[in-house]
């Protein structure tokens, strides 16, 4: 769920990790008046995500004068490194915008409050238990889960209905993978790809979309501990991507190193019929589309699981020494409210995870392809890697590599599992002594 870096910038703050935040003591957090005061570290970005955030913290301060929350903003290229700062350092902020995917190490940690005995029942039963477990580490709920993104397919319509004989897949009726591949192949032609893989990044991707496969790459005994296996189900999406750059040619090989974003010119351009992105690139692409440009969003494709998908939602948590975590979690109430979820989901072109905020009707039109979104919301469950420990490093340091060269086409699909397996438990290993 990490937002992108290059569109991060614009509104990122270093000096945020500065600003004094839970390290004081309780009576100087409390002024003469008797009024609190809490500092809200938020990682929007975009403007209208920005200004939304914003409003949200206003409209409490005028309703709650006697519990002032003051805005920081963060950034989602620092967020980890600048958060350990903060919390070995006792600055950290009190409530913190963050991902559920980068939650375990704080919470293991011991750096953030189990917000499970706080939680009002209405929250707590609003949002589904699959979009609470991405959160719950060591059998405590460390962040509230509130926005998250399918994968999709983002297409160029023209180049659809040129194709002869491609299906257009619906929720309801999707693509399986091997339709997924003979569909890139047929609309692959003259200057033209089928598809444009942004595998700057792979891990994520590969993980949490070999969910619809029934790939799960991580697997817990029953002594609790994580081990790496690399099967059948797990070889399905790594190896139709694989296919379709090295045998079928219907992938570009020059996106593999890219991001989402830099795919886009191309995709404007016509150099990709379809490109698989996160549901918040709507917004890019709406934005940043040439006139008359007409496209579309398409579901994922499906395998014997159907259309299920990992996500690591975002979410809010409270620091651990926050001097006043009853207060600090009355404010992510009311920040989470139905309509200001749906207000915030909205502004960063997201979903909700809460059912009431998700069965706003402004989240079903069809323009812009929020309906397909939201037929999706269903088949979200917990990233396989969730509360893996040791994660971010078999990531770095060993998956990262390994998918990068088996998409080149460097080494082979057994050379991809051994490196996945031997080398990725090595890692596991020295976090679970």
Same mark, same amino acid.
């Given at each position: 769920?990490?937002?992108?870096?290059?569109? @991060?910038?614009?509104?990122?703050?270093?000096?945020?990790?500065?600003?004094?935040?839970?390290?004081? *003591?309780?009576?100087?957090?409390?002024?003469?008046?008797?009024?609190?005061?809490?500092?809200?570290?938020?990682?929007?970005?975009?403007?209208?995500?920005?200004?939304?955030?914003?409003?949200?913290?206003?409209?409490? /301060?005028?309703?709650?004068?006697?519990?002032?929350?003051?805005?920081?903003?963060?950034?989602?290229?620092? =967020?980890? %490194?600048?958060?350990?700062?903060?919390?070995? $350092? +006792?600055? #950290?902020?009190?409530?913190?915008?963050?991902?559920?995917?980068?939650?375990?190490?704080?919470?293991?940690? *011991?750096?953030?409050? %189990?917000?499970?005995?706080?939680?009002?029942?209405?929250?707590?039963?609003?949002?589904?238990?699959?979009?609470?477990?991405?959160?719950?580490?060591?059998?405590?709920?460390? +962040?509230?889960?509130?926005?998250?993104?399918?994968?999709?397919?983002?297409?160029?319509?023209?180049?659809?209905?040129? #194709?002869?004989?491609?299906?257009?897949?619906?929720? %309801?009726?999707?693509?399986?993978?091997?339709?997924?591949?003979?569909?890139?192949?047929?609309?692959?032609? *003259?200057?033209?790809?089928?598809?444009?893989?942004?595998?700057?990044?792979?891990?994520?991707?590969?993980? /949490?979309?070999?969910?619809?496969?029934?790939?799960?790459?991580?697997?817990?005994?029953?002594?609790?501990?994580?081990?790496?296996?690399?099967?059948?189900?797990?070889?399905?999406?790594?190896?139709?991507?694989?296919?379709?750059?090295?045998?079928?040619?219907?992938?570009?090989?020059?996106?593999? $190193?890219? $991001? $989402?974003?830099?795919?886009?010119?191309?995709?404007?351009?016509?150099?990709?019929?379809? =490109?698989?992105?996160?549901?918040?690139?709507?917004?890019?692409?709406?934005?940043?589309?040439? %006139?008359?440009? #007409?496209?579309?969003?398409?579901?994922?494709?499906?395998?014997?699981?159907?259309?299920?998908?990992?996500?690591?939602?975002?979410?809010?948590?409270?620091?651990?020494?926050?001097?006043?975590?009853?207060?600090?979690?009355?404010?992510?109430?009311?920040?989470?409210?139905?309509?200001?979820?749906?207000?915030?989901?909205?502004?960063?072109?997201?979903?909700?995870?809460?059912?009431?905020?998700? #069965?706003?009707?402004?989240?079903?039109?069809?323009?812009?392809?929020?309906?397909?979104?939201?037929?999706?919301?269903?088949?979200?469950?917990?990233?396989?890697?969730?509360? =893996?420990?040791?994660?971010?490093?078999?990531?770095?340091?060993?998956?990262?590599?390994?998918?990068?060269?088996?998409? @080149?086409?460097?080494? *082979?699909?057994?050379?991809? +599992?051994?490196?996945?397996?031997?080398?990725?438990?090595?890692?596991?290993?020295?976090?679970?002594?």
């Amino acid at each position: 769920m990490r937002r992108r870096a290059l569109l @991060s910038a614009a509104v990122a703050a270093p000096a945020a990790a500065l600003l004094p935040g839970c390290a004081a *003591g309780r009576d100087d957090r409390r002024g003469p008046d008797g009024t609190i005061r809490l500092r809200f570290q938020s990682l929007a970005w975009q403007q209208e995500s920005v200004e939304i955030n914003k409003q949200l913290v206003r409209e409490w /301060n005028e309703a709650n004068p006697r519990v002032r929350v003051e805005y920081v903003q963060g950034s989602w290229d620092s =967020v980890h %490194d600048q958060l350990l700062t903060a919390f070995e $350092g +006792g600055e #950290a902020p009190d409530v913190i915008h963050d991902a559920s995917d980068d939650l375990a190490d704080f919470a293991y940690g *011991g750096y953030l409050t %189990d917000l499970g005995p706080l939680l009002p029942r209405g929250l707590r039963e609003s949002i589904p238990e699959r979009s609470w477990r991405t959160a719950t580490f060591d059998g405590g709920i460390h +962040g509230v889960p509130f926005l998250q993104e399918p994968r999709v397919l983002i297409a160029n319509r023209k180049l659809l209905e040129a #194709a002869g004989g491609v299906r257009i897949p619906t929720p %309801d009726d999707p693509w399986s993978w091997p339709e997924f591949r003979a569909a890139a192949r047929k609309l692959t032609r *003259g200057g033209t790809f089928g598809v444009a893989w942004p595998l700057k990044e792979p891990v994520s991707s590969t993980l /949490n979309l070999s969910l619809s496969a029934g790939g799960r790459v991580f697997h817990r005994g029953t002594d609790g501990k994580a081990e790496i296996r690399f099967g059948a189900a797990d070889r399905v999406v790594p190896g139709i991507v694989h296919d379709q750059v090295n045998t079928d040619r219907s992938a570009s090989r020059g996106t593999l $190193g890219m $991001g $989402g974003s830099d795919t886009l010119p191309g995709f404007f351009a016509g150099k990709y019929a379809m =490109v698989p992105l996160g549901f918040s690139y709507r917004q890019q692409v709406e934005q940043q589309a040439p %006139d008359g440009f #007409a496209w579309t969003v398409l579901p994922a494709p499906a395998g014997r699981e159907g259309l299920r998908q990992g996500v690591s939602p975002q979410t809010l948590s409270v620091a651990r020494d926050c001097p006043y975590p009853e207060e600090a979690v009355r404010f992510i109430a009311f920040f989470l409210r139905p309509r200001n979820l749906v207000r915030l989901a909205r502004g960063d072109w997201m979903l909700p995870t809460a059912t009431e905020a998700l #069965a706003d009707p402004a989240l079903h039109t069809e323009r812009h392809g929020w309906a397909t979104g939201t037929a999706l919301a269903g088949e979200l469950y917990p990233a396989p890697a969730q509360s =893996v420990r040791g994660y971010p490093e078999w990531k770095d340091k060993i998956a990262t590599p390994a998918l990068q060269e088996f998409y @080149s086409g460097a080494i *082979g699909m057994e050379e991809l +599992g051994t490196r996945l397996v031997r080398d990725g438990n090595l890692v596991l290993s020295r976090y679970q002594r």
